[in-house]
């Protein structure tokens, strides 16, 4: 059964950084492609980033675009979302999401497409 556990999450100033975490177990991950998604007060869910768990590739939503950077560690079989230059727009809960249903090329980008998330952590940035 797969699990995801996120972490790192909590208040930050305008224009500083966090580095989420996302534990995932339960599976053999290769052939995963992970995301990451945030869901504010009112607001649907939107994507934020996105990559195959063995590709180089990465994907990002638009208004994370060289802010934010998603990498996994294969050893310790977790995905990281790096965040800087963070925004009070960036506030909300962050999700990890995972699934097998991997495209020939790219990697999905809808919430709908994947089959696993963690419990969500929360991000606060004060300006």
């Known amino acids: 059964q797969v699990q995801l556990v996120e972490s790192g999450g909590g208040l930050v100033q305008a224009g500083g950084s966090l580095r989420l975490s996302c534990a995932a177990s339960?599976?053999?991950?290769?052939?995963?492609?992970m995301g990451w998604f945030r869901q504010a007060p009112g607001k649907e869910r939107e994507f934020v980033a996105a990559k195959r768990w063995s590709g180089m590739s990465t994907y990002y939503g638009d208004s994370v675009k060289g802010r934010f950077t998603i990498s996994t560690d294969n050893a310790n079989d977790t995905v990281f979302l790096q965040m800087n230059s963070l925004k009070p727009e960036d506030t909300a809960v962050y999700y990890c999401a995972a699934t097998r249903a991997v495209p020939p090329f790219g990697v999905p980008l809808k919430k709908y497409e994947y089959d696993y998330w963690g419990q969500g952590t929360q991000v606060t940035v004060s300006s």
């Open positions: 339960g599976r053999t991950f290769s052939n995963f492609a």
